[in-house]
C-alpha cells in the first residue's frame, strides 16, 4: 500500500447496487496515482462504467447507490458529494457515447466545461486556446452544432469540454466506442499529451484491451463485478489468461470453445 | 351552393370591403395571441430544463397576479408589492425545487405531472387562504400602465388600439428578447441549454441541476407574473382566470412543446386565428366559437404534424 498523498484516487472495497435490489460491484478497490494513466479492463456488463460512475457520483441519477466502502479523492471521502462538487474539486468524468450537447455549438460545449469554474473570462479564454492547441481538429469546427460533428470530433469535443474544468483527474469512459482505430489512436496520444505536458491522471475504462494496455502504466480486469487480476500493463499484456481472453491471442494453436480446459481455466480464473 | 358561398366568398369579400375592421381584429388577435405566446413560454422553459410538463403554470400566473394586489390591498405601494412579488416567486421556485423535484427525481414523468397538479390545488388553497377567494381588480393606475385608446384613422375607417395593449404587446416582446438574449449569450443561459440537450452530461461537467431547476422556475414564475398582470387587467384577478392558461396547451401542440419561437408563433396564430375565425365565421354557427377553435386547430395539427410548428429538430447521425 502506497502512502495516501502518492495516490490522487483511491477506491476502497466499494458495493453499489441499483434500485436498492441489482448487486452490481460487489467489493472493487483500486488505486491512481498522482499523474498516472490507470486502465480499468473487462467486458461488456463487467461493471466498469458503474465504478467510473460511483466515482463521480453520477450514479444517483441511475438509481444507483454506493452501499459498502469508501471513495477518497486526494485523501478525502468524496462519496457523499454532488457531482457538481466533485468537478470543483478536479474529477471530472468524460461518459461513454460522448454525449456532446447536440444543439450547441462546439465552442459552447467546451464553455460548458468552463461552468464550475469562477477565475473569470480572460483565463476561461486563454484555456480555450489551449484546448483548441491540442484539438486543431475542433477550431476549424468551433461554430458547427456539436451534433453534425463527427464521432472523432465529438469525443474530442466531450475530452476537450471536460479539460475545461481544469481537471486533476479525468474518468475516461470507453473512448473508443464506434470510431476508427486510426482515430482511437490519435485520441489516446491526445490522452497521452494531457497526461504528460498538463499533470492530468487519468482512470480510463475500456474495452479494447490491446490499446488500453499500451497507453496505460497500470491495469485492473474487472469480471462482474469484481477485480479479477491487477497488476502493471506489461505485466498484464504479458500474461497468458489476459492474452487469451482479451487479447484474443492465446497459445499457439487455435481452440475452441468446446475445449474442456478452456472452460476449466475460466472457471477458476471467476472464481 | 350557399354554403359554400358563406364559408370561402363572403368572409374574405367583407375583409376586403373593411380593410379597418380587419385590422381591428388582427390587432385583438395579436395582443391576445402574445399574451398566450407568455403563458406557452412559462410552460416551454420548465419543459426544456426538467422535462416536466408543468399543470400549474396558469395557477401560478393568477398566483402572481394575487400576490401583487392582495399585498397592495394590505396598504404596500404598488412597486413595492410588485417587487414582493417577484421575491414571492422566488421562493416559490426555491420550495419546488426542495420540497417537489428533488425527491421526485429520475421517476416517471406521470408522477412529475401528478406533482405539479398537486402545486396547482396547493396555490389555490394557499392563495384564497390569505388573500380571499373574492375577485380583485388589477391595480394597473399604481403601476402607471396606460389607460384609454388610440384611434388610427386608417384604411379608410379607424382603428382604436387599447393604450394597455399596445403597453402588453411592448413589454411581452421585451421579455422574449431578453429571455432569448439571455439563453444565448451568458453562462447560465448556455448551461440551460445544455441541460435541455443531456441531462446526464450536463450533470457530468458539474452543472449542478438544482440550481439549475430553481432559475428556471424562478423565471417562468415571473413571466407568470407579468402574463398575471395583463391578463388581470384586461378581466379580474381570480383563479376563474387560469382557464385562459388552458390556451396555451393548443399553442403548445401548434408550436412545438420545446419550442421558444414556436410558443410565439403559436401563441400569435391561436390568438389571431380564433379572432378572426370569430368576426367572420362565427356567425355561421351562431357566435361562441373562439372559445373552442383553437383546440380544433391543435386537433388538425396533432392529426398532420404531432411534433408541432418548430418541434425540437432531432440531429441523427447516420
Not at chain 1, 77 to 82: E, G, M, N, W, Y
Not at chain 1, 100 to 105: A, D, I, P, R, Y
Not at chain 2, 235 to 247: C, E, G, M, T, Y
Given at each position: 500500500m502506497t502512502t495516501p498523498s502518492a495516490n490522487i484516487l483511491e477506491v476502497l472495497n466499494i458495493e453499489v447496487v441499483y434500485n436498492a435490489i441489482a448487486l452490481v460491484l460487489k467489493g472493487v478497490s483500486l488505486t491512481v496515482p498522482k499523474g498516472g494513466i490507470v486502465a480499468l479492463l473487462g467486458a461488456n456488463g463487467a461493471g466498469k462504467t458503474t465504478t467510473l460512475r460511483a466515482i463521480s457520483n453520477l450514479l444517483h441519477a441511475e438509481r444507483g447507490e454506493v452501499t459498502k466502502g469508501a471513495i477518497q479523492f486526494e485523501g478525502e471521502?468524496?462519496?457523499?458529494?454532488?457531482p457538481n462538487d466533485l468537478v470543483r474539486r478536479g474529477a471530472i468524468q468524460v461518459m461513454e457515447g460522448r454525449h456532446?450537447?447536440?444543439?450547441?455549438?462546439i465552442e459552447e460545449n467546451l464553455l460548458t466545461g468552463a461552468f464550475t469554474r469562477c477565475d473569470g473570462r480572460a483565463a476561461i479564454a486563454r484555456d480555450l486556446d489551449a484546448i483548441y492547441q491540442y484539438f486543431p481538429r475542433l477550431k476549424q469546427r468551433r461554430t458547427s452544432q456539436a451534433g453534425y460533428t463527427s464521432g472523432g470530433e465529438q469525443q474530442m469535443c466531450a475530452i476537450g469540454r471536460a479539460m475545461m474544468s481544469k481537471p486533476k483527474l479525468i474518468l475516461l469512459d470507453e473512448p473508443s466506442m464506434g470510431l476508427a482505430p486510426q482515430v482511437v489512436e490519435e485520441i489516446f496520444e491526445i490522452v497521452k499529451g494531457l497526461n504528460e505536458r498538463e499533470g492530468v491522471s487519468f482512470l480510463l475504462a475500456e474495452q479494447n484491451t490491446n490499446i488500453a494496455l499500451r497507453y496505460a502504466r497500470f491495469g485492473y480486469i474487472l469480471e462482474t463485478g469484481r477485480v479479477v487480476l491487477d497488476g502493471e500493463a506489461e505485466a498484464l499484456r504479458t500474461n497468458e489468461d489476459v492474452r487469451e481472453?482479451?487479447?484474443?491471442?492465446?497459445?499457439?494453436n487455435r481452440r475452441s470453445f468446446k475445449t474442456v480446459k478452456t472452460y476449466k481455466r475460466r472457471k477458476r480464473w471467476l472464481a | 351552393m350557399d354554403l359554400f358561398h358563406a364559408i370561402f366568398v363572403d368572409p374574405f369579400a367583407q375583409m376586403i370591403s373593411a380593410p379597418d375592421l380587419l385590422a381591428q381584429t388582427v390587432w385583438e388577435g395579436f395582443v391576445a395571441g402574445i399574451l398566450y405566446a407568455l403563458i406557452a413560454l412559462g410552460f416551454v422553459l420548465i419543459y426544456k430544463a426538467s422535462g416536466v410538463f408543468n399543470f400549474a403554470q396558469g395557477i401560478m400566473m393568477v398566483f402572481a397576479a394575487l400576490t401583487l394586489v392582495g399585498l397592495n390591498e394590505k396598504g404596500v405601494p404598488a412597486w413595492i408589492a410588485l417587487a414582493l412579488s417577484v421575491a414571492v416567486m422566488y421562493g416559490l421556485a426555491v420550495a419546488i425545487e426542495r420540497l417537489v423535484l428533488r425527491p421526485l427525481v429520475n421517476q416517471p414523468d406521470i408522477i412529475l405531472l401528478m406533482a405539479t397538479l398537486g402545486i396547482t390545488y396547493f396555490l389555490i388553497g394557499f392563495g384564497e387562504l390569505v388573500f380571499g377567494g373574492s375577485p380583485k381588480s388589477m391595480i394597473t393606475k399604481q403601476l402607471y400602465l396606460p389607460e384609454g385608446a388610440i384611434n388610427l384613422h386608417v384604411l379608410g375607417g379607424q382603428v382604436q388600439l387599447q393604450k394597455l395593449d399596445i403597453a402588453a404587446a411592448v413589454i411581452a416582446m421585451l421579455m422574449v428578447a431578453g429571455l432569448a438574449l439571455f439563453f444565448q449569450k451568458t453562462r447560465i443561459g448556455r448551461a440551460l441549454r445544455a441541460v435541455a440537450d443531456d441531462h446526464q452530461a450536463a450533470l457530468s461537467v458539474g452543472i449542478s441541476l438544482n440550481q439549475i431547476w430553481v432559475i428556471v422556475w424562478f423565471t417562468a414564475g415571473v413571466v407568470a407574473l407579468a402574463t398575471g398582470i395583463f391578463w388581470g387587467a384586461r378581466?379580474?384577478?381570480?383563479?376563474?382566470?387560469?382557464?385562459?392558461?388552458?390556451?396555451a396547451l393548443p399553442v403548445l401542440i401548434l408550436g412545438g412543446l420545446t419550442s421558444v419561437p414556436g410558443a410565439i408563433v403559436g401563441g400569435l396564430i391561436i390568438g389571431i386565428g380564433e379572432k378572426l375565425g370569430e368576426f367572420y365565421w362565427g356567425p355561421l354557427l351562431g357566435g361562441g366559437i373562439e372559445s373552442w377553435l383553437a383546440y380544433m386547430i391543435a386537433l388538425v395539427f396533432l392529426l398532420f404534424r404531432p411534433q408541432g410548428l418548430f418541434g425540437e429538430k432531432i440531429i441523427e447521425r447516420i
Open positions: 471521502r468524496v462519496d457523499k458529494l454532488s456532446c450537447f447536440g444543439h450547441l455549438t481472453f482479451y487479447l484474443g491471442v492465446g497459445g499457439e | 378581466s379580474d384577478v381570480s383563479f376563474a382566470l387560469q382557464v385562459v392558461s388552458l390556451k
